[in-house]
């Protein structure tokens, strides 16, 4: 899994650092018509607030998913729930049919610490 730390430029409203990586995730549609749907997806970028996600599933705006990210030792996944705050449909058709940004919800600090540990979003990273 390549990781790259992304600047954040003049015009992005971003607030929280994010980490650009490309790497399998499962995840589960948990709104009510569609509840227990699951789902492969390609994790595109992560912040402590949300991600990027490109998959070939279709799901709507407003729609509550869970994303399941796995630890750097591969010994357990952590499930992050989170509400599809856009879609668009992707350019890399490869990578998946639709892009989709997830904004995290219920975020507790084993949470954080989770990205901070495995997904490199510690609050004071150090430079190479």
């Known amino acids: 899994m390549k990781k790259n730390i992304r600047s954040q430029s003049k015009n992005n409203k971003r607030t ?9 995730v499962k995840g589960n549609i948990l709104s009510p018509l569609r509840e227990g749907e699951t ?18 599933k279709s799901i709507e705006n407003n729609s509550m998913i869970s994303l399941e990210l796995g630890s750097l030792d591969g010994s357990h996944n952590v499930s992050y729930t989170g509400k599809v705050v856009w879609a668009r449909k992707n350019p890399m058709k490869s990578m998946g049919r639709f892009a989709y940004g ?9 949470h954080i610490e989770f990205l ?10 150090t430079e190479e």
């Open 16 to 24: 929280n650092r994010r980490v650009v990586m490309v790497k399998s």
């Open 116 to 125: 901070e540990t495995n997904y490199s979003l510690s609050e004071n990273p």
């Open 39 to 56: 789902f492969r997806a390609q994790l595109i970028n992560v912040s402590s607030t949300g991600s990027q996600i490109y998959s070939n």
């Open 102 to 110: 997830v904004n995290f919800e219920a975020m507790t600090p084993e």
